[in-house]
């Protein structure tokens, strides 16, 4: 009996990952009012809290300015190294030095936001600037005051919240689009690399037409 239990276990592993899969599909995509145009890239580039951005997106729907900003702002501080990774990579791709490298460790290595960001706020690749801002920057001016502030009210909340969401999505677009252009442009190389080279052509030959 104990062995046809084991036999069964990998196929029970199997069965459980896809209702889990199930029931995620089933609460985040069927309801379309929790999807901007581009919000499907930053929940891919951050699938581990998908449920806390989910969260923040109903609160926000709702008109819950209070609950949307607890939520992005948990958010933007589990993920601020991935967010940070994302901006190395675009960086690297976009022809970043092992020095401007070194700078992104260190705001990795950092405790504070604040520290992390002017370790590298001179170094953010301008194809991810916003508008000519650091989004960064955006993001800690936004998460900087504390939900016992008097001025953060309800509807200031929904406001700032709405905010986060909208530089994190386009932070995220920008990310993903530097890093699959070069991906792009590397398959592009590698097909061509691999068709057996031409003949080569005398210089005079093509000048001569």
Known sequence: MSELRDASLPIRRSIHRICKR?????QTWSDPKLWTSNSC?????HRADRELFLQGR???????????FAYYRRVVENQR?????????????????????????????????????????????????????????????????GLHNPEMTDGHCLELAQ???????????????VTKDDKDLQEAINVLKAVPRALKVKPENVAGG
């Open 22 to 26: 199930l029931w995620i599909y089933r």
């Open 41 to 45: 890239s930053l929940v891919k580039a």
């Open 58 to 68: 109903r609160a926000e729907i709702k008109g819950l300015g209070i609950g949307a």
């Open 81 to 145: 190294n991935r967010i940070i990774q994302r901006i190395a990579a675009a960086a690297k791709i976009l022809g970043s030095t092992p020095e401007i490298d070194a700078h992104f460790d260190q705001a990795i290595n950092e405790i504070q936001f604040t520290k992390s960001i002017e370790r590298m706020k001179d170094f953010i690749p301008q194809a991810l600037l916003i508008n000519g801002e650091n989004p960064l920057i955006l993001l800690h001016s936004a998460l900087s005051k």
């Open 163 to 177: 905010s986060i969401r909208t530089i994190l999505v386009e932070l995220s677009e920008r990310a993903t689009l």
